[in-house]
Nanobody, 123 residues
Framework: QVQLVESGGGLVQAGGSLRLFCTASGRIFSINVWGWYRQVPGKQRELVAAITRGDSTTNYGDSVKGRFTISRDGAKNTVYLQMNSLKPEDTAVYYC????????????????WGQGTQVTVSS
């Protein structure tokens, strides 16, 4: 099993920045891909960004390209999501996720999820 714990969410004004953290524990050696998703009430969960363990290849959702950056620190077992130029439409619960399979991350079916952290962007 893998346990994921997110932190770093909060309230920020439009145009501001936040950095989310996802700390992993457990059978981390089984994980090849990490992802950040977000969800607002009544809408489907959306993949925001993903990063592979091996060569740190990244993938971003169209709505956040150029504003958000995903990165990882293997020594700290932590994945980050740097969010800049935040907009009110970025308001959501953000979830960290992990899986062996890149395809499972892209299709929204990762094996492991964090509990989520709220991000609220005021206009």
């Amino acid at each position: 099993q893998v346990q994921l714990v997110e932190s770093g969410g909060g309230l920020v004004q439009a145009g501001g920045s936040l950095r989310l953290f996802c700390t992993a524990s457990g059978r981390i050696f089984s994980i090849n891909v990490w992802g950040w998703y977000r969800q607002v009430p009544g809408k489907q969960r959306e993949l925001v960004a993903a990063i592979t363990r091996g060569d740190s290849t990244t993938n971003y959702g169209d709505s956040v390209k150029g504003r958000f950056t995903i990165s990882r620190d293997g020594a700290k077992n932590t994945v980050y999501l740097q969010m800049n130029s935040l907009k009110p439409e970025d308001t959501a619960v953000y979830y960290c996720a992990a899986d062996f399979s890149y395809q499972d991350i892209l299709s929204g079916r990762p094996a492991y999820w964090g509990q989520g952290t709220q991000v609220t962007v005021s206009s």
